[in-house]
RNA sequence: GGUGAGGUGGAUGAGUGGCUGAAAUCAACAGUUUGCUAAACUGUCGUACGGGUUAAACUGUACCGCGGGUUCGAAUCCCGCCCUCACCGCCA
């Protein structure tokens, strides 16, 4: 961690007001910090210079001292051996001042976000965003149409009151064909996943410090994951998190390159303040399912591959027959990591609102500084690669709109790419 | 949870106070040889942060799991922690 930040801070030191520009667009609100960075980092280099300077002639000096020893010049030793006393001291004090200063820089830099990419456009709320495409039908729905939170109780296939009774609100407990959709889903998923090229992991849903650091949930997000502290875990608010550090502090060789992963896990966000039909039914929970696909890319290669990832999901999308948009966040709306994120959203119906079904982003080098992912390039020399990631997808809003949009006077059809995998063509 | 062994460069693996940023072997890379492949031979071959340079060259410091300590000097000695492996206990 400590080396890794050192790499950030020499690329916000190449164009200091254009990084300022660039974090205006995502509304980030304390510019003053990139100042402050920068002239720690003068105080760092000044302080390492004159430490290293002292410390050479020291070393030097114990060489001699050896020296004076082996040859029995004991008067010799002893007064090389003063001055090497004097220069420690002050070496010390040098010292002391570095390390301090040092973790000020890290700090402080811990908490810039990532630059937004070029495309992204400014704004600051979600009305800002731009529609990319629609695909899919709304349907019509007849008379009397239930939300889904109605649909499941009549179906008897999610029971909130006794997940709420067992653990708290927001931890939905699946039942029968409930819980049997929920299975078919991820297997449908991860399948569609594997077929496209990515290989299947089955991550530790809890993650150390130094994980949660590296995709960078920590600072940003602290709060927001549940934490353990009697073993200093967190538990996961998405598979990103242990997927893409399976390659924390490793290099990989180019031609290995792209690397593609997709990982299922239940996934947990303590998402506190929210409240009214936002949060009502699925439409937000504490510990949902959902199936992740990440990659490592070249770093002249990652936006081929997040467009390349935004068709996968919207294929899949299509194969459930949802109707669906896909958004460009502006700035403001995106997440502390991303440099550019396109979200998909799903129409549900019953509620007759967009619900956020996933988010497909690229990082560019921002994780892969922090968790110092790297592969060797035709020089020989280490460089940071490019990280992305995206839902494909999550559950929980998905079941919402298969429910609202396919339900029937007393079944729900169900899209036929899920027949197999449940074991039959609707719920009854 | 208990006991024991161990963590050294891409890998294997030497190294118990200065000549060790680290032997040797393998892998990798470059070259020579070779009809091709193979083999042989020669050379290169850790990382990070500084100084220096147009860029190099060159040069300083640190790093042998992590963090402290002893010493003029630590991979090597001492203390704490983490992790891995083995066996025992408990257990899905």
Same mark, same amino acid.
């Given at each position: 961690?400590?080396?890794?930040?050192?790499?950030?801070?020499?690329?916000?030191?190449? *164009?200091? *007001?254009?990084?300022? #520009? &660039?974090?205006?667009?995502?509304?980030?609100?304390?510019?003053?910090?990139?100042?402050?960075?920068?002239?720690? *980092?003068?105080? &760092?280099?000044?302080?390492?210079? #004159?430490?290293? %300077?002292? +410390?050479?002639?020291?070393?030097?000096?114990?060489?001699?001292?050896?020296?004076?020893?082996?040859?029995?010049?004991?008067?010799?030793?002893?007064?090389?051996?003063?001055?090497?006393?004097?220069?420690?001291? !002050?070496?010390?004090?040098? +010292?002391? &001042?570095?390390?301090? %200063?040092?973790?000020?820089?890290?700090?402080?830099?811990?908490?810039? $976000?990532?630059?937004?990419?070029?495309?992204?456009?400014?704004?600051?709320?979600?009305?800002?965003?731009?529609?990319?495409?629609?695909?899919?039908?709304?349907?019509?729905?007849? +008379?009397?149409?239930?939300?889904?939170?109605?649909?499941?109780?009549?179906?008897?296939?999610?029971?909130?009151?006794?997940?709420?009774?067992?653990?708290?609100?927001?931890?939905?407990?699946? /039942?029968?064909?409930?819980?049997?959709?929920?299975?078919?889903? @991820?297997?449908?998923?991860?399948?569609?996943?594997?077929?496209?090229?990515?290989?299947?992991?089955? $991550?530790?849903?809890?993650?150390?410090?130094?994980?949660?650091?590296?995709?960078? +949930?920590?600072?940003?997000?602290?709060?927001?994951?549940?934490?353990?502290?009697?073993?200093?875990?967190?538990?996961?608010?998405?598979?990103?998190?242990?997927?893409?550090?399976?390659?924390?502090?490793?290099?990989?060789?180019?031609?290995?390159?792209?690397?593609?992963?997709?990982?299922?896990?239940?996934?947990?966000?303590?998402?506190?303040?929210?409240?009214?039909?936002?949060?009502?039914?699925?439409? !937000?929970?504490?510990?949902?399912?959902?199936?992740?696909?990440?990659?490592?890319?070249?770093?002249?290669?990652?936006?081929?591959?997040?467009?390349?990832?935004?068709?996968?999901?919207?294929?899949?999308?299509? %194969?459930?027959?949802?109707?669906?948009?896909?958004?460009?966040?502006?700035?403001?709306?995106?997440?502390?990591?991303?440099?550019?994120?396109?979200?998909?959203?799903?129409?549900?119906?019953?509620?007759?609102?967009?619900?956020?079904?996933?988010? @497909?982003?690229?990082?560019?080098?921002?994780?892969?500084? &922090?968790?110092?992912?790297?592969? /060797?390039?035709?020089?020989?020399?280490?460089?940071?690669? =490019?990280?992305?990631?995206?839902?494909?997808?999550?559950? $929980? !809003?998905?079941?919402?709109?298969?429910?609202?949009?396919?339900?029937?006077?007393? =079944?729900?059809?169900?899209?036929?790419?899920?027949?197999?995998?449940?074991?039959?063509?609707?719920?009854?």
């Amino acid at each position: 961690m400590k080396l890794a930040f050192m790499l950030q801070i020499n690329i916000i030191r190449q *164009d200091i *007001d254009s990084v300022k #520009e &660039r974090l205006k667009i995502k509304n980030f609100q304390h510019i003053e910090l990139v100042d402050r960075v920068v002239s720690l *980092d003068d105080e &760092r280099k000044t302080l390492q210079f #004159e430490s290293e %300077t002292l +410390q050479a002639s020291v070393n030097t000096q114990s060489k001699s001292i050896g020296q004076f020893i082996a040859k029995g010049l004991k008067e010799e030793a002893e007064q090389a051996k003063k001055i090497v006393a004097a220069n420690k001291s !002050r070496i010390g004090e040098l +010292q002391q &001042r570095l390390s301090e %200063t040092e973790a000020q820089l890290h700090q402080e830099l811990v908490k810039l $976000p990532n630059l937004p990419s070029t495309k992204v456009p400014a704004g600051t709320s979600p009305e800002d965003n731009i529609v990319e495409r629609e695909g899919g039908i709304k349907p019509n729905l007849p +008379q009397g149409a239930l939300p889904h939170w109605d649909l499941i109780k009549k179906y008897d296939i999610i029971d909130f009151e006794t997940g709420a009774k067992i653990t708290g609100s927001g931890f939905p407990l699946y /039942k029968g064909q409930g819980a049997r959709l929920q299975r078919a889903l @991820v297997q449908y998923f991860l399948n569609y996943n594997i077929a496209a090229g990515y290989t299947e992991y089955l $991550p530790p849903f809890m993650v150390n410090e130094s994980s949660a650091y590296g995709t960078g +949930q920590l600072p940003d997000k602290e709060g927001q994951m549940y934490y353990m502290p009697a073993d200093n875990f967190y538990l996961i608010p998405t598979s990103e998190v242990p997927v893409t550090n399976i390659y924390r502090d490793e290099i990989i060789k180019e031609e290995s390159l792209p690397v593609k992963m997709t990982a299922y896990s239940p996934c947990f966000r303590r998402e506190a303040g929210s409240f009214g039909k936002d949060v009502r039914g699925l439409n !937000r929970v504490h510990q949902f399912e959902k199936v992740e696909i990440v990659q490592l890319t070249h770093p002249e290669k990652s936006y081929d591959a997040l467009e390349e990832m935004v068709n996968h999901v919207e294929r899949l999308l299509g %194969t459930l027959q949802l109707p669906y948009r896909i958004l460009k966040l502006c700035g403001g709306d995106m997440s502390f990591t991303s440099a550019l994120t396109y979200d998909f959203e799903v129409y549900s119906a019953a509620q007759q609102r967009w619900l956020e079904v996933s988010s @497909v982003s690229n990082f560019e080098a921002y994780q892969a500084n &922090r968790a110092k992912i790297r592969y /060797k390039d035709g020089n020989g020399k280490n460089q940071l690669l =490019h990280t992305l990631n995206g839902s494909s997808l999550a559950l $929980p !809003r998905i079941v919402a709109c298969l429910l609202e949009n396919n339900q029937q006077t007393d =079944h729900i059809l169900l899209p036929g790419v899920l027949h197999g995998y449940f074991g039959s063509d609707r719920i009854v």
